[in-house]
């Protein structure tokens, strides 16, 4: 019997490594894509290791690709829209698929799958907007959702036989029940969280990403990592300062700082420090002062070419630059 392949689009949730579950019984090969974004918590480290440790467990390969320039292109000038905050959910699935499809044709792979249930997310995953996303990417009928199968039109690999459609799913919804109970059946664990997966649909983090988008035409991965991190401030159109809040922030600050990025340290708050894109400003030593953790009137704000004394003021003036 001839053994087909399969391309997974998995995102470390539950629902993605329940259609591979469903697909290795029916003895098909998987290999599993996981796309990495710069709009992932914690910098996306935690999910691609849980991703890592999943494939492991799952006894799959997996693909890990970072998003580029052509990802973050989607994100400032979607297609098709923005979901409640700046989440171009459509666009951004599109986009997956569009990638699952260039390592179908590299693998020479029979069809993509994904873990998407139909109705459980209303703007991206109903009938019209799958459909959708089958005839843009031109995979019409070669994109198996086998969660919700039995509730969605047969496609070629059910057709052909390649895959036995009276062993897919029929779940749609929010409930995620039957989920919970087949995981637990199929022994599948050390799953994400299905909420909070995806920082375009934080409020604040938005809002910071906004002022970059507003503020720099052509930004980078780095860029979006760095709205991660700490305290911003708007200085002017050229120019932002970034706090550290503990030492931890101030760790990955030092990662993140690029050519042309200037570090600013207090003489009298060893450790403390900020990271200032753009050109220093007479708010950038006020604001600096007035965040470091210590009990003076007044003290030094250093960077590698200059030192200025300052008298420290309320944090409550600087409130109109930051970046909320």
């Known amino acids: 019997m001839k053994t087909f392949k399969a391309i997974g689009l998995i995102s470390g949730g539950l629902d993605s490594a329940l259609a591979v579950k469903l697909l290795l019984e029916q003895n098909i090969q998987v290999i599993a894509l996981h796309l990495v974004t710069p709009f992932s918590p914690h910098f996306g480290e935690k999910l691609t290791r849980r991703v890592t440790r999943m494939a492991a467990k799952l ?15 989607i994100v400032k000038n979607p297609s098709y829209g923005y979901g409640q905050n700046l989440n171009p959910c459509i666009d951004c699935h599109l986009f997956m698929v569009q990638e699952a499809k260039k390592l179908m044709i590299k693998e020479k792979a029979s ?37 919700s199968a039995l509730l969605l039109p047969p ?14 799913l029929a ?24 909420a ?16 970059l988008m507003e503020h720099k035409a052509e930004f980078t ?73 210590v009990p003076l009137a007044e003290v030094t704000v250093r960077t590698q070419r200059q030192s200025v004394k300052v008298s420290r003021k309320p944090k409550a003036l600087f409130l109109p630059w930051l970046i909320k």
Not at 225 to 246: A, C, M, N, W
């Open 59 to 73: 006894g799959i390969q997996l693909c890990l690709l970072e998003t580029g320039k052509d990802y973050l292109q």
């Open 111 to 147: 069809f993509i799958f994904t873990g998407e249930v139909l109705g459980q997310r209303p703007f991206s995953q109903s009938r019209q907007t799958l459909a959708l996303i089958d005839r843009a990417s031109h995979l019409e009928g070669y994109i198996l959702r086998p969660l």
């Open 155 to 168: 496609t070629r690999p059910e057709i052909a036989g390649w895959v036995d459609r009276n062993r897919l």
């Open 171 to 194: 779940i749609q919804g929010k409930q995620r029940k039957v989920q919970f109970a087949l995981a637990e059946e199929k022994q599948v664990e050390d799953f994400a969280s299905p």
């Open 196 to 211: 909070g997966g995806c920082l375009l649909t934080v409020p604040g983090f938005c809002r910071r990403l906004s002022d």
């Open 221 to 293: 991965n780095a860029d979006c990592l760095l709205l991660q991190v700490g305290r911003h401030f708007r200085l002017t159109r050229e120019s932002k300062l970034i706090l550290p809040r503990d030492e931890g922030e101030r760790e990955r600050l030092k990662q993140l700082k690029q050519p042309g990025d200037t570090l600013v340290s207090v003489d009298e708050a060893p450790g403390f420090m900020g990271l200032l894109q753009g050109n220093p400003v007479g708010t950038v030593w006020d604001i600096v002062a007035s965040y470091c953790p």
